[in-house]
Protein backbone atom coordinates (compact mmCIF):
# COMPACT_ATOMS: atom_id res chain seq x y z
CA UNK A 1 0.00 0.00 0.00
CA UNK A 2 2.54 2.61 1.22
CA UNK A 3 6.34 2.03 2.05
CA UNK A 4 8.71 3.63 4.82
CA UNK A 5 9.77 7.42 4.19
CA UNK A 6 7.26 7.70 1.22
CA UNK A 7 5.61 11.24 1.05
CA UNK A 8 1.35 11.15 0.96
CA UNK A 9 -1.11 13.09 0.82
CA UNK A 10 -4.11 12.11 3.40
CA UNK A 11 -7.66 13.19 4.48
CA UNK A 12 -8.31 12.74 8.43
CA UNK A 13 -11.65 11.68 9.49
CA UNK A 14 -11.30 10.69 13.00
CA UNK A 15 -9.33 11.82 16.26
CA UNK A 16 -7.48 9.09 18.83
CA UNK A 17 -5.82 8.74 22.02
CA UNK A 18 -2.34 11.13 21.73
CA UNK A 19 -3.15 13.66 18.72
CA UNK A 20 -3.33 10.82 16.38
CA UNK A 21 -5.39 11.84 13.45
CA UNK A 22 -6.96 8.53 11.89
CA UNK A 23 -7.23 8.56 7.59
CA UNK A 24 -8.96 5.51 6.15
CA UNK A 25 -7.68 4.72 2.77
CA UNK A 26 -9.81 2.68 0.49
CA UNK A 27 -8.14 -0.90 -0.55
CA UNK A 28 -9.67 -4.56 -2.41
CA UNK A 29 -9.43 -5.68 1.00
CA UNK A 30 -11.56 -2.45 3.06
CA UNK A 31 -10.04 0.25 4.46
CA UNK A 32 -6.27 0.78 5.81
CA UNK A 33 -5.51 3.15 8.17
CA UNK A 34 -3.36 5.33 8.73
CA UNK A 35 -2.43 7.38 12.10
CA UNK A 36 -1.16 11.53 11.98
CA UNK A 37 0.34 12.36 14.69
CA UNK A 38 -0.98 16.16 15.45
CA UNK A 39 -3.52 16.33 13.05
CA UNK A 40 -7.61 17.12 13.15
CA UNK A 41 -10.62 15.72 11.40
CA UNK A 42 -11.83 17.41 8.23
CA UNK A 43 -7.97 18.37 7.24
CA UNK A 44 -6.33 17.48 4.67
CA UNK A 45 -2.18 16.69 5.31
CA UNK A 46 1.27 16.28 3.60
CA UNK A 47 2.39 13.13 5.45
CA UNK A 48 5.53 11.17 5.82
CA UNK A 49 5.13 6.78 5.98
CA UNK A 50 7.13 6.20 9.02
CA UNK A 51 6.16 2.80 9.97
CA UNK A 52 4.08 0.22 8.37
CA UNK A 53 2.28 -2.74 9.15
CA UNK A 54 -0.10 -4.99 7.54
CA UNK A 55 -3.33 -3.11 8.73
CA UNK A 56 -1.90 0.06 9.67
CA UNK A 57 0.81 2.68 8.97
CA UNK A 58 2.02 5.54 11.17
CA UNK A 59 2.79 9.02 9.56
CA UNK A 60 4.69 12.38 10.69
CA UNK A 61 2.78 15.42 9.41
CA UNK A 62 4.54 18.01 7.54
CA UNK A 63 2.00 19.99 6.41
CA UNK A 64 -1.53 20.60 6.27
CA UNK A 65 -2.99 21.38 2.69
CA UNK A 66 -6.35 22.10 3.73
CA UNK A 67 -7.86 23.20 6.72
CA UNK A 68 -10.67 21.75 8.88
CA UNK A 69 -14.04 23.22 8.75
CA UNK A 70 -13.96 23.14 12.90
CA UNK A 71 -10.86 24.77 12.78
CA UNK A 72 -11.01 28.80 13.63
CA UNK A 73 -8.28 30.89 12.34
CA UNK A 74 -6.64 33.25 14.88
CA UNK A 75 -4.17 35.59 15.34
CA UNK A 76 -1.93 33.97 17.24
CA UNK A 77 1.19 31.83 15.24
CA UNK A 78 0.86 28.08 14.92
CA UNK A 79 3.90 26.22 16.22
CA UNK A 80 4.93 22.43 16.06
CA UNK A 81 4.49 22.29 20.08
CA UNK A 82 0.83 24.01 19.68
CA UNK A 83 -0.71 22.02 16.77
CA UNK A 84 -4.02 22.51 18.03
CA UNK A 85 -4.39 26.13 18.00
CA UNK A 86 -7.21 26.68 15.81
CA UNK A 87 -9.08 24.24 17.01
CA UNK A 88 -11.73 25.61 19.28
CA UNK A 89 -10.91 24.20 23.06
CA UNK A 90 -14.34 22.75 23.75
CA UNK A 91 -13.37 20.19 20.69
CA UNK A 92 -10.04 19.46 22.13
CA UNK A 93 -11.77 18.25 25.29
CA UNK A 94 -14.54 16.57 23.67
CA UNK A 95 -11.64 14.42 21.50
CA UNK A 96 -9.80 14.02 24.38
CA UNK A 97 -12.19 12.37 27.33
CA UNK A 98 -13.55 10.44 24.65
CA UNK A 99 -10.40 8.68 23.01
CA UNK A 100 -9.40 8.35 26.94
CA UNK A 101 -11.66 6.75 28.08
CA UNK A 102 -11.99 4.40 25.22
CA UNK A 103 -8.31 3.74 26.43
CA UNK A 104 -9.00 2.59 29.83
CA UNK A 105 -11.95 0.92 28.23
CA UNK A 106 -9.95 -1.31 25.79
CA UNK A 107 -6.34 -1.58 26.95
CA UNK A 108 -7.35 -1.61 31.14
CA UNK A 109 -10.24 -3.42 30.25
CA UNK A 110 -12.42 -1.05 32.47
CA UNK A 111 -15.95 -2.00 30.55
CA UNK A 112 -18.17 0.42 33.01
CA UNK A 113 -15.39 3.81 32.46
CA UNK A 114 -18.57 5.40 32.46
CA UNK A 115 -19.74 4.71 35.73
CA UNK A 116 -15.84 4.95 37.18
CA UNK A 117 -15.15 8.73 35.92
CA UNK A 118 -15.50 11.42 37.84
CA UNK A 119 -14.45 14.72 36.14
CA UNK A 120 -12.88 16.52 33.19
CA UNK A 121 -10.87 19.31 34.79
CA UNK A 122 -10.23 22.31 31.92
CA UNK A 123 -6.99 24.39 32.78
CA UNK A 124 -7.93 27.47 34.26
CA UNK A 125 -6.18 29.53 31.28
CA UNK A 126 -6.22 28.20 27.36
CA UNK A 127 -3.51 30.83 26.62
CA UNK A 128 -0.31 32.16 27.68
CA UNK A 129 -0.59 29.07 30.39
CA UNK A 130 2.96 28.02 29.95
CA UNK A 131 5.97 28.61 32.59
CA UNK A 132 8.75 27.60 30.78
CA UNK A 133 9.82 27.78 27.05
CA UNK A 134 13.18 27.06 24.81
CA UNK A 135 13.43 28.84 21.37
CA UNK A 136 16.43 27.79 19.41
CA UNK A 137 18.08 29.30 16.62
CA UNK A 138 19.42 28.47 13.27
CA UNK A 139 20.92 29.48 10.64
CA UNK A 140 19.02 27.62 8.27
CA UNK A 141 15.29 29.10 8.26
CA UNK A 142 12.17 27.88 7.09
CA UNK A 143 9.51 30.13 5.77
CA UNK A 144 5.95 28.43 6.72
CA UNK A 145 4.27 30.96 3.58
CA UNK A 146 6.55 29.27 1.00
CA UNK A 147 8.33 26.58 2.51
CA UNK A 148 11.08 27.67 1.33
CA UNK A 149 14.23 26.90 3.05
CA UNK A 150 17.02 29.73 3.52
CA UNK A 151 20.57 29.09 4.21
CA UNK A 152 22.78 31.54 6.19
CA UNK A 153 19.99 33.19 7.61
CA UNK A 154 18.93 34.04 11.66
CA UNK A 155 16.60 32.71 12.71
CA UNK A 156 14.95 32.28 16.11
CA UNK A 157 11.94 30.46 17.35
CA UNK A 158 10.82 27.00 17.04
CA UNK A 159 11.99 23.77 15.28
CA UNK A 160 10.03 23.12 11.93
CA UNK A 161 7.46 20.55 12.23
CA UNK A 162 9.38 17.06 12.17
CA UNK A 163 12.98 18.35 11.61
CA UNK A 164 15.96 19.21 13.88
CA UNK A 165 18.32 21.53 11.82
CA UNK A 166 16.21 24.21 10.90
CA UNK A 167 13.74 27.09 12.52
CA UNK A 168 10.55 28.95 11.39
CA UNK A 169 10.99 32.93 13.03
CA UNK A 170 8.46 33.46 15.66
CA UNK A 171 6.80 36.58 13.93
CA UNK A 172 3.60 36.98 16.46
CA UNK A 173 2.90 35.45 20.22
CA UNK A 174 2.57 31.50 19.90
CA UNK A 175 -0.51 31.88 22.69
CA UNK A 176 1.34 29.31 24.43
CA UNK A 177 3.93 31.36 26.63
CA UNK A 178 4.03 34.93 27.95
CA UNK A 179 2.75 37.08 24.87
CA UNK A 180 4.75 40.35 26.22
CA UNK A 181 7.72 38.53 25.73
CA UNK A 182 6.60 37.04 22.30
CA UNK A 183 5.97 40.25 21.44
CA UNK A 184 9.10 41.14 22.05
CA UNK A 185 11.73 38.27 20.57
CA UNK A 186 11.53 40.14 17.21
CA UNK A 187 13.28 42.67 18.58
CA UNK A 188 15.33 40.55 20.05
CA UNK A 189 16.33 38.42 17.29
CA UNK A 190 17.34 41.44 15.84
CA UNK A 191 19.64 42.99 18.28
CA UNK A 192 21.55 39.56 18.12
CA UNK A 193 21.69 39.17 14.77
CA UNK A 194 23.18 43.11 14.66
CA UNK A 195 26.05 41.53 16.60
CA UNK A 196 27.29 39.57 13.19
CA UNK A 197 27.62 36.40 14.97
CA UNK A 198 25.91 33.75 13.68
CA UNK A 199 22.94 31.40 14.35
CA UNK A 200 24.02 27.85 15.26
CA UNK A 201 24.25 25.52 12.38
CA UNK A 202 22.91 22.09 13.53
CA UNK A 203 24.34 19.86 10.78
CA UNK A 204 28.05 21.46 11.16
CA UNK A 205 27.42 21.62 14.81
CA UNK A 206 29.27 25.21 14.55
CA UNK A 207 27.97 28.73 15.18
CA UNK A 208 27.34 31.08 18.67
CA UNK A 209 23.57 32.15 19.41
CA UNK A 210 22.16 28.26 20.72
CA UNK A 211 19.12 28.95 21.98
CA UNK A 212 17.05 30.95 24.76
CA UNK A 213 15.51 29.59 27.43
CA UNK A 214 12.88 31.33 29.41
CA UNK A 215 11.42 30.99 32.61
CA UNK A 216 8.26 32.73 34.08
CA UNK A 217 7.19 33.17 37.42
CA UNK A 218 2.83 33.85 37.60
CA UNK A 219 3.23 34.39 41.28
CA UNK A 220 5.66 37.27 40.97
CA UNK A 221 4.76 37.73 36.99
CA UNK A 222 8.78 37.80 36.24
CA UNK A 223 10.79 35.85 33.27
CA UNK A 224 14.23 34.66 34.51
CA UNK A 225 16.14 34.13 30.89
CA UNK A 226 18.73 32.51 29.89
CA UNK A 227 20.63 33.07 26.67
CA UNK A 228 23.39 29.90 25.38
CA UNK A 229 25.65 30.25 23.45
CA UNK A 230 28.68 28.37 22.52
CA UNK A 231 32.17 29.89 22.69
CA UNK A 232 33.19 30.54 19.18
CA UNK A 233 33.53 34.19 18.89
CA UNK A 234 32.88 34.83 22.47
CA UNK A 235 35.20 38.00 22.76
CA UNK A 236 32.78 40.01 20.53
CA UNK A 237 29.75 39.54 22.33
CA UNK A 238 28.85 42.09 24.24
CA UNK A 239 26.89 40.20 27.04
CA UNK A 240 26.40 42.86 29.29
CA UNK A 241 24.94 45.61 26.46
CA UNK A 242 22.06 42.73 25.96
CA UNK A 243 21.06 42.18 29.30
CA UNK A 244 21.00 46.22 29.52
CA UNK A 245 18.60 45.49 26.55
CA UNK A 246 16.74 43.19 28.17
CA UNK A 247 16.01 45.00 30.99
CA UNK A 248 14.92 48.10 28.80
CA UNK A 249 12.02 45.97 27.25
CA UNK A 250 10.93 44.16 30.14
CA UNK A 251 11.55 46.50 32.88
CA UNK A 252 11.04 45.30 36.48
CA UNK A 253 9.46 41.79 35.04
CA UNK A 254 12.78 40.82 34.10
CA UNK A 255 13.57 38.32 37.05
CA UNK A 256 17.40 37.86 36.07
CA UNK A 257 19.20 37.15 33.37
CA UNK A 258 22.27 34.73 32.69
CA UNK A 259 24.43 33.74 29.94
CA UNK A 260 25.42 30.05 29.37
CA UNK A 261 28.41 29.00 27.65
CA UNK A 262 27.80 25.41 26.09
CA UNK A 263 30.30 23.59 23.82
CA UNK A 264 28.69 20.24 23.99
CA UNK A 265 27.96 19.51 20.05
CA UNK A 266 24.21 17.10 21.73
CA UNK A 267 21.16 19.48 20.64
CA UNK A 268 19.27 18.15 23.46
CA UNK A 269 22.14 18.47 26.13
CA UNK A 270 21.18 19.88 29.31
CA UNK A 271 21.24 23.61 27.98
CA UNK A 272 21.19 25.15 30.98
CA UNK A 273 24.27 23.08 32.74
CA UNK A 274 27.83 24.75 31.22
CA UNK A 275 29.73 28.21 32.00
CA UNK A 276 26.68 30.49 33.87
CA UNK A 277 27.49 34.14 34.57
CA UNK A 278 24.49 35.45 35.64
CA UNK A 279 24.60 39.14 34.23
CA UNK A 280 21.34 40.80 36.15
CA UNK A 281 19.05 39.89 39.12
CA UNK A 282 18.23 36.73 40.61
CA UNK A 283 19.31 32.98 39.34
CA UNK A 284 15.81 31.59 40.39
CA UNK A 285 12.07 33.02 40.77
CA UNK A 286 9.01 32.17 43.34
CA UNK A 287 6.36 29.98 42.82
CA UNK A 288 3.69 29.61 44.40
CA UNK A 289 0.86 26.33 44.79
CA UNK A 290 -1.88 25.89 46.78
CA UNK A 291 -0.43 28.84 49.53
CA UNK A 292 2.96 27.09 49.44
CA UNK A 293 6.42 28.88 48.01
CA UNK A 294 8.56 26.74 45.89
CA UNK A 295 12.28 28.18 44.75
CA UNK A 296 12.78 27.34 40.84
CA UNK A 297 16.13 27.60 38.96
CA UNK A 298 16.42 27.20 35.17
CA UNK A 299 17.13 23.73 35.37
CA UNK A 300 14.51 22.65 38.03
CA UNK A 301 11.62 20.55 37.24
CA UNK A 302 7.99 22.31 37.52
CA UNK A 303 4.98 21.66 36.54
CA UNK A 304 4.29 23.61 33.28
CA UNK A 305 1.34 24.65 34.15
CA UNK A 306 1.10 25.88 37.10
CA UNK A 307 -2.39 27.28 37.88
CA UNK A 308 -4.45 23.89 36.35
CA UNK A 309 -1.46 22.26 38.59
CA UNK A 310 -3.15 23.22 41.40
CA UNK A 311 -6.52 21.51 40.26
CA UNK A 312 -5.09 18.72 39.60
CA UNK A 313 -2.88 18.51 42.63
CA UNK A 314 -5.97 19.01 44.69
CA UNK A 315 -7.71 16.53 43.32
CA UNK A 316 -5.36 13.95 44.12
CA UNK A 317 -5.48 14.98 47.24
CA UNK A 318 -9.06 14.97 47.58
CA UNK A 319 -9.05 10.79 46.83
CA UNK A 320 -6.19 10.57 49.58
CA UNK A 321 -8.53 12.51 51.94
CA UNK A 322 -11.82 10.23 50.54
CA UNK A 323 -10.80 7.34 53.05
CA UNK A 324 -9.91 7.88 56.73
CA UNK A 325 -6.35 9.13 57.35
CA UNK A 326 -4.99 8.48 60.43
CA UNK A 327 -2.67 10.14 62.63
CA UNK A 328 0.62 9.15 62.36
CA UNK A 329 0.04 7.29 59.29
CA UNK A 330 2.67 6.70 56.38
CA UNK A 331 1.72 8.06 52.82
CA UNK A 332 4.59 7.49 50.73
CA UNK A 333 4.90 9.46 47.43
CA UNK A 334 6.77 8.09 44.80
CA UNK A 335 8.26 9.17 41.68
CA UNK A 336 7.77 12.67 43.58
CA UNK A 337 9.82 15.23 41.66
CA UNK A 338 10.53 18.27 43.42
CA UNK A 339 8.02 17.38 46.51
CA UNK A 340 5.34 19.89 45.40
CA UNK A 341 2.23 17.26 46.23
CA UNK A 342 4.02 16.05 49.35
CA UNK A 343 3.84 19.52 50.78
CA UNK A 344 0.77 20.52 49.67
CA UNK A 345 -0.67 17.60 51.18
CA UNK A 346 0.59 18.58 54.59
CA UNK A 347 -1.31 21.52 54.49
CA UNK A 348 -4.31 19.34 54.69
CA UNK A 349 -3.45 17.03 57.57
CA UNK A 350 -0.12 17.61 59.28
CA UNK A 351 0.09 14.77 61.73
CA UNK A 352 1.13 12.48 59.04
CA UNK A 353 4.56 10.74 57.86
CA UNK A 354 4.78 11.70 54.38
CA UNK A 355 8.47 10.02 52.22
CA UNK A 356 9.06 11.16 49.15
CA UNK A 357 11.04 9.43 46.68
CA UNK A 358 12.95 10.43 43.49
CA UNK A 359 15.87 9.14 41.33
CA UNK A 360 16.70 12.82 40.11
CA UNK A 361 19.05 14.16 43.17
CA UNK A 362 18.91 17.59 41.84
CA UNK A 363 15.07 17.56 42.28
CA UNK A 364 14.95 15.92 45.83
CA UNK A 365 18.14 18.74 46.61
CA UNK A 366 15.12 21.19 45.42
CA UNK A 367 12.28 19.36 47.39
CA UNK A 368 14.40 19.50 50.77
CA UNK A 369 15.26 23.54 50.03
CA UNK A 370 11.09 23.94 49.65
CA UNK A 371 10.20 21.81 52.65
CA UNK A 372 12.84 24.08 54.68
CA UNK A 373 11.43 27.50 53.00
CA UNK A 374 7.70 26.32 53.84
CA UNK A 375 8.48 25.55 57.44
CA UNK A 376 7.45 21.28 56.56
CA UNK A 377 8.97 18.98 59.10
CA UNK A 378 6.73 15.42 58.72
CA UNK A 379 8.36 15.21 55.28
CA UNK A 380 11.16 13.39 54.31
CA UNK A 381 12.75 12.66 50.92
CA UNK A 382 15.38 10.09 49.26
CA UNK A 383 17.30 10.06 46.21
CA UNK A 384 16.84 6.98 45.01
CA UNK A 385 15.61 4.42 42.34
CA UNK A 386 12.24 3.92 43.24
CA UNK A 387 12.68 0.14 43.16
CA UNK A 388 15.73 -0.12 44.47
CA UNK A 389 14.39 2.26 47.49
CA UNK A 390 11.48 -0.34 48.02
CA UNK A 391 13.71 -3.35 48.20
CA UNK A 392 16.22 -1.63 50.91
CA UNK A 393 13.73 -0.48 53.05
CA UNK A 394 11.30 -3.40 53.52
CA UNK A 395 9.82 -2.40 57.06
CA UNK A 396 7.29 -0.01 55.13
CA UNK A 397 5.70 -3.18 54.00
CA UNK A 398 1.90 -3.54 55.70
CA UNK A 399 2.84 0.20 57.36
CA UNK A 400 1.49 2.35 54.86
CA UNK A 401 -1.95 3.49 54.34
CA UNK A 402 -1.73 5.31 51.24
CA UNK A 403 0.79 5.86 48.17
CA UNK A 404 0.77 7.95 45.90
CA UNK A 405 2.34 7.53 42.46
CA UNK A 406 3.13 10.47 39.53
CA UNK A 407 5.55 8.47 37.47
CA UNK A 408 7.09 9.78 34.35
CA UNK A 409 5.71 9.09 30.57
CA UNK A 410 7.09 5.91 30.21
CA UNK A 411 5.41 4.13 33.22
CA UNK A 412 5.97 2.23 36.12
CA UNK A 413 8.14 -0.44 34.90
CA UNK A 414 6.88 -3.74 35.62
CA UNK A 415 8.91 -5.19 38.75
CA UNK A 416 8.58 -1.87 40.44
CA UNK A 417 4.99 -1.85 40.11
CA UNK A 418 4.74 -5.10 42.10
CA UNK A 419 7.17 -3.92 44.71
CA UNK A 420 4.37 -0.99 45.29
CA UNK A 421 2.12 -3.30 44.88
CA UNK A 422 3.44 -5.78 47.57
CA UNK A 423 3.38 -2.80 50.36
CA UNK A 424 -0.16 -3.43 50.66
CA UNK A 425 -1.47 0.12 50.66
CA UNK A 426 -5.22 0.55 50.82
CA UNK A 427 -5.43 3.13 48.48
CA UNK A 428 -3.35 3.83 45.39
CA UNK A 429 -3.28 7.35 44.04
CA UNK A 430 -2.19 7.06 40.45
CA UNK A 431 -1.00 10.62 38.40
CA UNK A 432 -0.34 10.07 35.36
CA UNK A 433 0.79 12.30 32.00
CA UNK A 434 0.48 9.28 29.84
CA UNK A 435 -2.59 7.83 30.61
CA UNK A 436 -1.59 4.81 27.80
CA UNK A 437 1.22 3.75 30.43
CA UNK A 438 -1.50 3.86 33.33
CA UNK A 439 -4.65 1.94 31.37
CA UNK A 440 -1.88 -0.73 31.01
CA UNK A 441 -1.08 -0.75 34.61
CA UNK A 442 -4.47 -0.48 35.42
CA UNK A 443 -4.98 -4.13 34.66
CA UNK A 444 -1.65 -5.10 36.58
CA UNK A 445 -3.47 -3.54 39.53
CA UNK A 446 -6.74 -5.33 38.90
CA UNK A 447 -5.29 -8.72 39.07
CA UNK A 448 -3.65 -8.00 42.21
CA UNK A 449 -6.87 -7.52 43.98
CA UNK A 450 -7.30 -3.23 43.71
CA UNK A 451 -10.36 -1.69 42.32
CA UNK A 452 -10.47 1.14 40.12
CA UNK A 453 -12.60 3.59 41.98
CA UNK A 454 -12.27 6.82 40.52
CA UNK A 455 -10.51 8.62 37.33
CA UNK A 456 -10.09 12.08 36.46
CA UNK A 457 -8.51 14.22 33.81
CA UNK A 458 -7.18 17.33 33.73
CA UNK A 459 -5.87 19.01 30.49
CA UNK A 460 -2.30 20.76 31.57
CA UNK A 461 -1.82 21.36 27.84
CA UNK A 462 -4.10 22.94 26.10
CA UNK A 463 -3.50 22.96 21.88
CA UNK A 464 -1.86 19.68 22.27
CA UNK A 465 -2.66 16.32 22.15
CA UNK A 466 -1.51 15.41 25.99
CA UNK A 467 -3.87 14.76 28.67
CA UNK A 468 -3.37 13.49 32.08
CA UNK A 469 -5.11 11.46 34.20
CA UNK A 470 -5.57 11.20 38.29
CA UNK A 471 -7.05 7.31 38.91
CA UNK A 472 -7.65 6.24 42.45
CA UNK A 473 -7.29 2.29 43.26
CA UNK A 474 -8.75 0.98 46.00
CA UNK A 475 -7.19 -2.73 47.32
CA UNK A 476 -10.10 -5.46 47.71
CA UNK A 477 -8.69 -8.75 48.02
CA UNK A 478 -4.42 -9.67 48.06
CA UNK A 479 -4.14 -12.13 45.11
Known amino acids: MFHRGEVVELTITDYSFGGRGISKVPTEDGHYVVFVD ?69 IGNIKNIEEVFDTFISSPEHFFYRNKMEYSFSCIEHVPATGEEIDNSFALGFKRRGTWWKVENLDKPSALFDEQWETVLIEVRNFLKATQLPAWHPPQKTGFFRHIVVRKSFFQDQLLINLVTSSEGLDQFDAQ ?20 INDNVADRAKIE ?42 KALDYVFEGEIQSNEVIMDLFCGTGTIG ?22 EDAKKNAKRNNIHNIDFFAADV ?18 LDPPRAGIAPKTLLKVIDLGAKNLVY ?7 QARDTETLIKAGYRLDKLSLVDQFPHTGHIESIAKFVLESKN
Do not use: W
Not at 241 to 252: E, M, T
Not at 431 to 437: E, K
Open 387 to 404: GKFLKEFPDYQGKIGTII
Open 431 to 437: ISCNPST
Open 273 to 314: NGSVQLLYGEEKVIEKLVGLSFEISMESFFQTNPKCAELLYT
Open 38 to 106: NSFPGQKVRARIEKKKKKFAEAKLIDIIERSELEVISGFQEISGGPYIYVPVELQEKAKKETTLELFRR
Open 343 to 364: QILTTRKNDVKIIGVDIVAEAI
Open 241 to 260: AFSDFLHQKLGNRLAGFQHT
